[in-house]
């Protein structure tokens, strides 16, 4: 019962935005989307969180809809080392639990 | 400061040995986690620990025990290693997740188990 619905990969062009989507339907108003992502070999890295606001920070922007069914994760210059595996999770307001998925496998391109 | 480090970062062992996988944090997270992560299987939950002395079990806790014994650490004992158990480990640690709209969880780098 997957919560959400991430694209399997895309490509995007080194200096160029990356606009990584995300579908999360069933989302309730306790829910909050999180996005990690994973290099190569690395443990996840954890980028960014909202629950229907907007938010930015250093990493990235996370753009959620007013109906708070999908969201998009903005990496605003991507680098080689942005090549990764994204992760897109929705997460219960107090509980532990961070289900990750499939993800999306970022590649960035010279 | 290193936040948090897993020992050790590869391993090879022996089916049937008893193998202990370490986990450290700096950062004083009441919560610890340990994940499994294989081809097809995405991350998965072994066990986790919400404080000092209290410990609960995740998706996949068969053949792994767990113990807490200080807030900063959070070891892994595989008690009788099998093939099956070949997998990269993922050790977590965050604060109580009602600490509401701030919650994150923070990875480890990860150690890397073949069992022959």
């Known amino acids: 019962d997957a919560k959400t619905t991430q694209p399997p990969s895309m490509d995007c062009a080194e200096g160029r935005a990356a606009n990584l989507p995300c579908n999360h339907s069933?989302?309730?108003?306790?829910?909050?989307v999180y996005w990690y992502r994973q290099i190569h070999s690395q443990g996840p890295q954890y980028i960014i969180h909202g629950l229907k606001n907007n938010e930015t920070n250093e990493m990235a922007s996370l753009i959620i809809t007013e109906d708070r069914k999908s969201s998009t994760l903005i990496l605003p210059h991507a680098t080689l080392r942005d090549t990764a595996v994204y992760y897109c999770?929705?997460?219960?307001?107090?509980?532990?639990?961070?289900?990750f998925g499939a993800g999306t496998t970022v590649t960035v391109r010279a | 400061d290193a936040g948090i480090t897993q020992s050790p970062r590869y391993k090879i062992t022996e089916t049937g040995r008893q193998v202990t996988l370490m986990c450290h944090q700096t950062w004083s997270h009441s919560y610890m986690f340990w994940y499994r992560q294989d081809l097809g299987h995405g991350l998965r939950l072994i066990y986790y620990s919400a404080a000092a002395d209290i410990t609960d079990k995740g998706e996949v806790p068969d053949g792994y025990v767990v113990s807490r014994s200080k807030t900063e650490n959070f070891p892994l004992t595989l008690e009788s290693a099998t093939r099956s158990q070949t997998s990269v480990y993922f050790c977590?640690?965050?604060?109580?997740?009602?600490?509401?709209?701030?919650?994150?969880?923070?990875f480890g780098p990860g150690t890397r188990l073949t069992v022959l």
């Open positions: 069933t989302i309730s108003g306790n829910e909050y």
């Open positions: 977590a640690s965050s604060d109580s997740p009602l600490a509401g709209g701030k919650y994150t969880q923070y």
């Open positions: 999770i929705v997460r219960v307001l107090n509980d532990y639990k961070l289900s």
